[in-house]
């Protein structure tokens, strides 16, 4: 073992590995190890300039027992970097504390340097390389011990009921309705970012926590401390950005279906909103309103005049939003010029194909800057030169027809080795573009996202979930983990997407429910893929804006005038809360706290707010407690300490209790914080 004490970081090299661990803004550490000549350089979220700190690097002996039981001295090294340190024994294995309290440590049961007690003769090792064939990449697997009663949050949007993620095994991989967004929230007091955007897996078991990657370069995590979730956020979003300014004239309602399929069509909905007295903020023209995918334009046979559309949507102060996908199939008039410059993902083994639907299609290499600059111009010809106000980056993972990630290669590397990175880049293709065209305040619609996503005017959705309450149950931990994750701007489909029967009543008590929850959230959008599918086709082609199916009405107004007074009310709901909303979003973007928050985000020192994952606050002065199962009129809420003010009836509640309150299907139960 070689220690190297450099200005604020300490380096050590054993058997090929080299180890650097080095600080990184306040009361955080970077560690970085690879078995390569040189680090890549490569910050990949980690893309703020932090705060300098002055880390204290030194080497010292430890006398230790031998096998034979004599005394043997041995060097260790350690970094101290405020309130956090890294000590590094003579087998390079790192223990991590907080305020000199151990909270980490890698998991090392190898004859010597073994820290445990525990066997030793297993040869497992903290950090465990294996070459792949044929380059310098390699197999990773990073060990730590497991902490009991540590209680695991964040990691982004994973479909299951588990908010506390200790025990769970978590795909590292990009799908629709799944966001790897790899930065870890402990109960313990700190925060780990693993800096890696390949494929692989975590499991943060009972026995050790496992990070396991297909095909790296290098390891590479970033682990911060603080007293409290709040700080512990604010430290990471500084090291990875934070949102931007968020517009006031898109804080209330997005309309939305799957989908208006001519100008007229649009049209007449915004016009019917307007009658009502309701304004909606900004409409969505979903899919298929192209000719072929990949040629990223109207069909002017049902959108003749996108301008004079949207010229008219803006008179009634309504922005427009337009659906894109990275696929382009064969058929458009852009696939063999972007083949040629190199622009699309390529395939290492059989066809060149990565996604069939309507179409034999092949996916944009977003992190080629030249398909950025291709797309970008397109799309700023076709629809941002008309008027047409931001994007909706759908099928952002990307969407493949199968996830074989070993089978695609991008520009920067294979699809193991960078891939969860990939919505970031797409949304770049636009952001990068719009921000000095609209003074910084873009604000894009995205399927996906990876660690630092937050920065480049992404709101993320939930993606192509269930109409079910299971789902909707999903959903809310969801919303809290990619809050946690550093991704503030995050909204589901009201009434999920995928509905059967708009007619049947447990679906309309369902979207009532799930209305009345995404009020709540910091993007309010309805939208749907309604069955049942009755309705013919504009035409016979098998392209274009025409042919693909249409779901049912999913405006205010379609489902009933019972419904619709509901869903009246908590739109007045929201209009109300703007102003609170605003600040929410001012927070966001200068602290990282997400609108939608964890229980103990707000009240951390209350440990039953560590274990509920069925309420949660928006921001710190509102308690939602979403109805979350069929039929269910009623429910019990816990207070945290203080004064509550449930808003139904304005009736005062203590603090310190849970409280059984009525919920009719008019009514989901929300509390205000009283500040004395």
């Known amino acids: 073992m070689v220690f190297e004490c450099r200005d604020n970081a300490l380096c050590f090299k054993k058997q090929g590995e080299t180890v650097l661990i ?33 880390a204290e690097v030194k080497t010292y ?44 440590r890698e998991y090392f049961r190898s004859y010597g340097g073994t820290i445990s007690k525990e066997s030793r003769c297993l040869k497992l090792v903290n950090r465990e390389w294996k070459g792949l064939y044929g380059g310098d990449n390699y197999s990773l697997k990073v060990r730590f011990e497991s902490n009991d ?22 795909e590292l991989a990009q799908r629709n309705s799944q966001a790897s967004v790899p930065f870890a929230v402990s109960n313990l007091g700190y925060g780990l970012l693993w800096n ?44 990875t950005g934070h949102a931007g300014e968020f517009p006031e004239e898109l804080m209330g309602l997005w309309q939305c279906k799957l989908r208006y399929r001519t100008q007229e ?5 915004a016009r019917k909103y307007k009658e009502l007295g309701i304004h909606i903020d900004q409409i969505i023209i979903d899919f298929f309103h192209w000719t072929y995918q990949g040629d990223w334009k109207f069909d002017t046979k049902y959108w003749p005049d996108p301008k004079a559309m949207i010229d008219e949507l803006h008179s009634m102060g309504i922005r427009v939003i337009v659906s894109v996908w990275p696929s382009v199939d064969r058929k458009s008039e852009n696939f063999y010029p972007m083949l040629e410059k190199g622009l699309l993902i390529k395939t290492e083994r059989g066809a060149l194909q990565t996604y069939d639907y309507q179409g034999d299609c092949v996916e944009i290499d977003a992190f080629n800057p030249e398909t950025r600059d291709y797309v970008w111009e397109i799309c700023k010809k076709n629809y941002y030169d008309f008027g047409i106000d931001g994007f909706w980056l759908d099928n952002s993972e990307p969407d493949y027809g199968v996830y074989d990630f070993e089978n ?19 949304s770049r293709a636009y952001y990068d573009k719009m921000k000095d065209l609209r003074d910084g305040k873009v604000v894009n619609l995205l399927r996906c996202a990876w660690a630092g996503s937050q920065k480049y005017g992404n709101v993320v959705w939930s993606g192509d979930v269930p109409s079910t309450f299971e789902s909707l149950q999903d959903q809310v931990q969801c919303g809290i983990n990619m809050g946690l994750a550093g991704i503030p701007w995050w909204n589901t489909d009201i009434g999920g997407f995928m509905t059967d029967d708009v007619n049947d009543p447990d679906f309309r008590q369902l979207l009532i429910r799930w209305y009345q929850f995404a009020v709540f959230t910091a993007v309010m959008r309805l939208h749907g893929d309604r069955g049942p599918y009755n309705i013919p086709a504009l035409d016979d082609r098998d392209w274009g804006g025409g042919y693909l199916h249409t779901g049912q009405d999913n405006e205010m107004w379609s489902y009933g005038d019972d419904n619709f007074k509901i869903m009246k009310k908590y739109y007045d709901i929201r209009q109300e809360m703007k102003p609170y909303i605003k600040q929410l979003f001012n927070e966001a973007s200068t602290n990282g706290s997400p609108l939608m928050r964890a229980m103990f985000y707000e009240f951390p020192e209350d440990e039953k707010c560590w274990t509920i994952k069925d309420q949660f606050m928006f921001g710190d002065k509102y308690l939602v407690a979403p109805i979350l199962h069929l039929n269910e ?29 009525k919920a009719p299907i008019e009514y989901m139960p929300v509390f205000e914080r009283i500040y004395a």
């Open 22 to 54: 080095e600080a990184w803004g306040e009361d955080s550490l970077r560690v970085r190890a690879t078995m390569n000549r040189n680090f890549t350089g490569r910050n990949w979220a980690l893309t703020e300039a932090v705060a300098p700190t002055k």
């Open 61 to 104: 002996i430890v006398p230790e027992k031998t096998g034979e039981g004599t005394i043997q001295d041995n060097e260790w090294a350690s970094i101290t970097n405020g309130r956090i340190r890294a000590e590094v024994n003579y087998a390079g294995v790192i223990s991590l504390f907080r305020d000199d309290k151990l909270f980490l």
């Open 149 to 170: 009663g540590e209680k695991i949050f964040g990691m982004g949007q994973y479909q299951q009921q588990q908010m506390d993620l200790k025990g769970c095994t978590l």
């Open 196 to 239: 890696n955007p390949g494929v692989g897996q975590v499991t943060f078991g009972g026995n050790m926590t496992l990070w396991d990657m297909r095909s790296t370069k290098e390891m590479d995590y970033y682990v911060t401390v603080a007293d409290t979730p709040k700080e512990i956020v604010a430290n990471y979003t500084k090291a």
């Open 265 to 269: 069509e649009v049209l007449s909905i």
């Open 408 to 426: 695609f290669r991008y520009s920067e590397g294979t699809a193991l080795e960078v891939t969860n990175m990939y919505p970031q880049m797409y």
């Open 633 to 661: 009129f009623e429910r019990e809420v816990y207070l945290p300490k203080g004064e509550w003010k449930l808003t139904s009836d304005g009736t005062s509640y203590a603090g310190g209790q849970t409280v059984k309150v």
